[in-house]
Nanobody
Framework: QVQLVESGGGLVQAGGSLRLSCAAS????????VAWFRQAPGKEREFVAV????????DYTSSVKGRFTISRDNAENTVYLQMYSLKPEDTAVYYC???????????????????WGQGTQVTVSP
């Protein structure tokens, strides 16, 4: 089992940047694929980005392609989400999630991920 803790959220103006971190503890982190999801008030949780266990494969939702970059440092047991050119519509609670059974595959569904962090708030002002 793995425990996940997100950090790095905050308030930023439109056009600004933030880097979110997802720190893992527990079972070998390099066995897990890790994804970022977000949930805005009144909306369903949605996929943002995913990285496979090796870090050699990534996938993004179309609205963040070219603005967000997901990466991982398995030696530090951490996955990052670097966010540039932030927009007000990026405002949400951001969650990291992990799964081990299909860790070479880039999965997008909430139901594919059994392990979740508590979330970190990102607010982008106009």
């Amino acid at each position: 089992q793995v425990q996940l803790v997100e950090s790095g959220g905050g308030l930023v103006q439109a056009g600004g940047s933030l880097r979110l971190s997802c720190a893992a503890s527990g079972r070998s982190f390099s066995d897990y694929a890790v994804a970022w999801f977000r949930q805005a008030p009144g909306k369903e949780r949605e996929f943002v980005a995913v990285i496979n266990r090796s870090g050699g494969g990534t996938d993004y939702t179309s609205s963040v392609k070219g603005r967000f970059t997901i990466s991982r440092d398995n030696a530090e047991n951490t996955v990052y989400l670097q966010m540039y050119s932030l927009k007000p519509e990026d405002t949400a609670v951001y969650y990291c999630a992990a799964q081990v059974h299909l860790a070479r595959i880039l999965l997008r569904a909430v139901s594919d991920y059994p392990y979740w962090g508590q979330g970190t708030q990102v607010t982008v002002s106009p």
